[in-house]
């Protein structure tokens, strides 16, 4: 071949190379516009995936509830990532995370009606209780039916009323039994929708950050005591109650209250406790709550027996009539 037909062909491949190069440019370029690339880069899901998906998310759910049993069961095998303290109980929110703004001032006003409601709830309250008598360390307790555990239970079916029953139900229940509600200054529970309900709700609600919700969680409500042998007697309730009750709650069971008159130890019976309507006032109830939670300070050192037995005896005594058979009678 000539020099020259050697320059020739040279020139023409070259054309040829930056036509070639300038089209896989343009396909290129509309490739990418259309999103082409990302076929290649990041695989999108095929269907597969998509059912791989569902059925990952599927086995999340059922490990969350095999681990839900499983802390039912043992409460020393929490699921993970959730707060517990060293005994595997739910650990509600401390004080210090109160958020500031208006929800942190509700979850105040409801912490200060729950541990002091005679003073912060007067109209509704018809008794010298406080919620926090019966629902332990402001409603943190395990076992002394904590809030945060009540907060991730309703709405639920109680077969006491029949219904399906919300917080603001609940509540209204507590009010009109546990408080005797009836013997208030306004003579009743706070109406529906009341701003008490409200804040008291925030106050659960924020209690049970980092619950998962419509749950039993271990500790919740006061503990089943099985029923023994000798049944509940309320002659031995009587000399248990000597022994190890009447040096605060007094020889009377009607409590005491320091020089300001602030109650310090909550009455058992009479005209200022619970009415009969209350959940306490069920002996099993009684007992359970008695036997994990009193004397106050040295919970379960009391037998099941002596449990029973102390809690027939203070069921057994005077108090505000059941308002339910009021509106029967009238
Ligand atoms: C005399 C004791 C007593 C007082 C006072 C009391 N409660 Fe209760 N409360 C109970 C009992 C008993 C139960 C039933 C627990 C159970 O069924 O395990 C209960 C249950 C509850 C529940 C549902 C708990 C759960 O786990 O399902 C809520 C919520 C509640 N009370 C709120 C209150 C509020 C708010 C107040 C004050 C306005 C109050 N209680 C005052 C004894 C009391
Ligand atoms: C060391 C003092 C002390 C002793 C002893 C004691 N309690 Fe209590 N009890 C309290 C206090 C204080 C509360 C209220 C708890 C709170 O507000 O934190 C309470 C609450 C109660 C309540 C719920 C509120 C109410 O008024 O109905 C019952 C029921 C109860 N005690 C029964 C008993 C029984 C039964 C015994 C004996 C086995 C007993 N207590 C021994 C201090 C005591």
């Not at 029923?227 to 009377?252: K, Q």
Request: proline share 7%; hydrophobic share 35%.
């Amino acid at each position: 071949m000539s020099k020259l037909g050697l320059q020739a062909s040279l020139g023409k491949r070259i054309i040829l190379g930056l036509v070639v190069a300038l089209v896989l440019l343009g396909i290129g370029f509309f490739f990418a516009r259309l999103g082409g690339w990302n076929y290649f880069l990041r695989s999108e899901p095929s269907i597969d995936q998509g059912e791989q998906n569902v059925q990952n998310a599927s086995q999340a759910r059922q490990s969350f509830v095999d681990d839900m049993a499983a802390w039912n069961a043992d409460p020393s095998k929490p699921p993970a990532g959730i707060p517990v303290d060293q005994d595997g109980y739910f650990q509600p929110s401390l004080d210090r995370e109160i958020p500031d703004g208006e929800f942190g001032d509700a979850v105040r006003r409801g912490r200060e009606i729950f541990t002091n409601t005679g003073t912060n709830a007067t109209e509704f309250v018809g008794n010298d209780l406080a919620c926090s008598n019966c629902h332990l360390d402001a409603g943190r307790r395990p076992n002394a039916a904590p809030m945060w555990a009540a907060a991730v239970k309703y709405p639920a079916y109680r077969s006491k009323n029949e219904m399906i029953n919300t917080m603001e139900d609940r509540v209204h229940g507590c009010f009109t039994y546990s408080m005797n509600a009836q013997d208030s200054p306004s003579g009743g529970p706070p109406p529906r929708g009341h701003q008490v309900y409200k804040d008291l709700e925030s106050y659960f609600f924020w209690l049970a950050q980092g619950a998962p919700i419509n749950t039993h969680l271990p500790g919740a409500g006061y503990p089943e005591l099985a029923e023994t042998e000798l049944g509940a007697d309320i002659g031995r309730g009587e000399s248990v109650f000597s022994a190890n009750c009447a040096a605060c709650h007094g020889d009377n069971g009607q409590g005491r209250r320091d020089l300001n008159g602030r109650v310090i130890f909550p009455p058992l019976w009479g005209d200022h406790s619970f009415n009969w309507g209350a959940g306490m006032h069920r002996v099993n109830t009684a007992a359970g709550f008695i036997k994990a939670n009193m004397p106050l300070g040295k919970p379960y050192s009391l037998t099941d027996q002596e449990a029973w037995d102390v809690a027939a005896y203070i069921t057994s005594k005077d108090r505000p009539i059941d308002p339910r058979d009021v509106d029967k009678s009238q």
